[in-house]
């Protein structure tokens, strides 16, 4: 079946690190949505990536779609304590597009 | 601009008494319409969705339901709620026809004792 598969589970970081979630797909994806969910609440719309090899920058995030359209990863550039939360990266293949393919989301907590 | 409401944002309720969950979207027309549920503060299951007024899609077979009286109000319902479906319910909209992101209601928590 469709499958998203997010790594890693958990992440701690010192701030001012670097953080790095990555989110794999066995079949080819249409594009890929990333979220932010903040400790207690809900999850959060980032950016959508639509084309091969398609990379995109918010600040000190970073989202890539690989060539492929079968990985993604989301870059942090020197976490701060605000980056704190889970971050959800989810997938549409053609065909299907009314759904959204989840991953299972990074835990990402940054220590002071 | 658009909002979703999703009300209460926590309920306790007893094994056996039913449930009715509210979401209305604000703003928008005919918008796709999800219910979610979050177990363990981690993934998120698909449990409903719906592309118009009475037309609801359901992902897992449970013991829940999901009805559209209205273009902007959707609603989780049970008659009889198990140990087993408390958990965060997340309602959520996204423009039909387009690849936008789902904006997210503020949630539910719900405990069943």
């Known amino acids: 079946g469709q499958q998203v598969m997010q790594i890693p589970q958990y992440q701690h970081v010192q701030e001012g690190e670097d953080f790095t979630t990555y989110c794999n797909s066995s079949?080819?994806?249409?594009?890929i949505q990333w979220y932010k969910q903040r400790p207690g609440g809900h999850p959060v719309f980032l950016i959508q990536?639509?084309?091969s090899g398609e990379v995109k920058k918010q600040k000190r995030l970073t989202f890539q779609f690989g060539e492929a359209k079968k990985n993604s990863s989301l870059h942090i550039t020197a976490t701060q304590t605000t980056d704190v939360g889970t971050y959800f990266c989810?997938?549409?293949?053609?065909?299907?597009?009314?759904?959204?393919?989840w991953g299972l989301g990074t835990s990402l907590a940054v220590n002071p | 601009s658009q909002t979703i409401h999703q009300w209460p944002a926590t309920l306790v309720q007893p094994v056996g008494s039913p449930l009715s969950l509210e979401c209305t979207v604000e703003?928008?027309?005919?918008?796709?319409l999800y219910w979610y549920r979050q177990a363990a503060g981690r993934g998120l299951q698909l449990l409903f969705y719906?592309?118009?007024?009475?037309?609801i899609s359901s992902e897992v077979p449970q013991n829940l339901s999901a009805s559209r009286p209205q273009d902007r109000q959707f609603i989780l319902s049970s008659k009889k709620l198990l140990l087993s479906d408390s958990g965060f319910y997340l309602c959520?909209?996204?423009?039909?026809?387009?690849?936008?992101?789902?904006?997210f209601g503020s949630g539910t928590r719900l405990t069943v004792v």
């Open positions: 959520a909209w996204s423009v039909k026809g387009s690849n936008y992101g789902y904006t």
């Open positions: 703003g928008t027309s005919n918008p796709n």
């Open positions: 719906s592309v118009g007024i009475g037309q």
């Open positions: 079949t080819t994806l249409s594009n």
């Open positions: 990536l639509v084309k």
């Open positions: 989810a997938g549409r293949y053609a065909g299907n597009n009314r759904k959204l393919i």
